[in-house]
C-alpha cells in the first residue's frame, strides 16, 4: 500500500490549495463545504465520509472492504441495485483524497459513494438481514395503496418473517395478506376512484404500498423503508415466474377466441 507513493501526481499541493478556496466559497453559510472530509461511525466501525454535492457521503468500497468483508463484490452490488441504491462516482481529486483519509488503498482507480442512510440499509440487509427494526411490540404500519380501487391496512412487521408472510391486515376485511398479494386486494368505497394496476409484477408492492400518512415521523418512515427492503434480494428471480403464473392469468383480459 505504501510501495508507491511518488507515483502520485500534485501531491505536494492538494493537501493545502484545494482547501483555502472552498473556504472563500462556502463562507456564507452553514452547509457543508465540498470535499469535506470526516469520519462517522457505521455498525461500530469508523468508515470515511465526504460532502458531495452538498451531502455527505461515504465511500461504498471501505464498506465493502470491512464491515461487508464477508461478501462478494457481485453479492454486494447486486444487494444494492435491489434496495434502489445509486452509487455517486467519485472525481479523480476526491478519490485522492479517500486514499490520503486512509479509506481505501492507493491501487483503487474508481470509488462508489452512497449516503450513510443508504449505507445504512445495505449493511442491514447483510448484517441483521431478517430482523426486523427495532419497534415497539404489536407496533403496525398504517398503509394503503391505490391499485385498482385501492385499500388500506396495518402492516405488522412481527409477522413479517418471509416474503410471503400474511402480514398486512385488511382494514375493510380484517383479512391477513401477504404484500405482494395486497396490493392486488381492493375494496370499492363511496370515496375510491379506480387505478388500473399494472403489470403483474409481483415485486412491485414496494412501489405501491405507502404509509397511509405521508407526513410520518421520520423513525416511522425509516423503520418503513427498512422492513421493504427485508427479503428483497434474493427473491425477486425466484417469485416472478410462479407466484406469476396463478394470477397473471386471472388479471390479463382473455379475449374469447372466435365467439
Ligand atoms: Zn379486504
Known amino acids: 500500500m505504501e510501495s508507491i507513493p511518488n507515483q502520485l501526481p500534485a501531491g505536494r499541493?492538494?493537501?493545502?490549495?484545494?482547501?483555502?478556496?472552498?473556504?472563500?466559497?462556502?463562507?456564507?453559510?452553514?452547509?457543508?463545504?465540498?470535499n469535506q472530509v470526516s469520519e462517522t461511525s457505521l455498525y461500530g466501525i469508523p468508515i470515511v465520509s465526504l460532502?458531495?454535492?452538498?451531502?455527505?457521503?461515504?465511500?461504498?468500497?471501505?464498506?465493502?472492504?470491512?464491515?461487508?468483508?464477508?461478501?462478494?463484490?457481485?453479492?454486494?452490488?447486486n444487494r444494492r441495485v435491489a434496495l434502489g441504491?445509486?452509487?455517486v462516482q467519485c472525481t479523480p481529486v476526491q478519490l485522492e483524497i479517500l486514499r490520503r483519509a486512509g479509506a481505501m488503498p492507493i491501487s483503487s482507480r474508481r470509488c462508489g459513494m452512497i449516503?450513510?442512510?443508504?449505507?445504512?440499509?445495505?449493511?442491514?440487509s447483510f448484517l441483521g438481514a431478517h430482523s426486523p427494526p427495532k419497534l415497539p411490540e404489536n407496533f403496525a404500519f398504517d398503509v394503503s395503496h391505490e391499485c385498482a380501487w385501492g385499500s388500506r391496512g396495518n402492516f405488522i412487521p412481527a409477522r413479517y418473517n418471509s416474503s410471503r408472510a400474511k402480514c398486512i391486515k385488511c382494514s375493510f376485511c380484517n383479512m391477513y395478506f401477504s404484500p405482494n398479494k395486497f396490493i392486488f386486494h381492493s375494496h370499492r368505497t363511496p370515496e375510491s376512484k379506480y387505478t388500473q394496476p399494472?403489470?403483474?409484477?409481483?415485486?412491485?408492492?414496494?412501489?405501491?404500498?405507502?404509509?397511509?400518512?405521508?407526513?410520518s415521523p421520520d423513525d416511522v418512515s425509516h423503520a418503513w423503508e427498512d422492513v421493504k427492503a427485508m427479503f428483497n434480494g434474493g427473491s425477486r428471480k425466484r417469485t416472478l415466474p410462479i407466484g406469476?403464473?396463478?394470477?397473471?392469468?386471472?388479471?390479463s383480459t382473455q379475449v374469447p377466441r372466435g365467439q
Open 85 to 87: 441504491i445509486t452509487c
Open 51 to 77: 460532502v458531495i454535492d452538498g451531502q455527505e457521503r461515504l465511500c461504498l468500497a471501505q464498506i465493502s472492504n470491512t464491515l461487508l468483508k464477508n461478501y462478494s463484490y457481485n453479492e454486494i452490488h
Open 244 to 251: 406469476g403464473s396463478d394470477r397473471s392469468s386471472s388479471l
Open 13 to 34: 499541493d492538494s493537501s493545502c490549495s484545494p482547501n483555502s478556496k472552498q473556504d472563500l466559497q462556502s463562507y456564507s453559510g452553514p452547509t457543508l463545504k465540498p
Open 198 to 215: 399494472d403489470a403483474a409484477n409481483f415485486n412491485s408492492w414496494r412501489r405501491h404500498l405507502k404509509l397511509t400518512d405521508k407526513n
Open 115 to 124: 449516503t450513510k442512510r443508504e449505507a445504512e440499509r445495505l449493511c442491514k
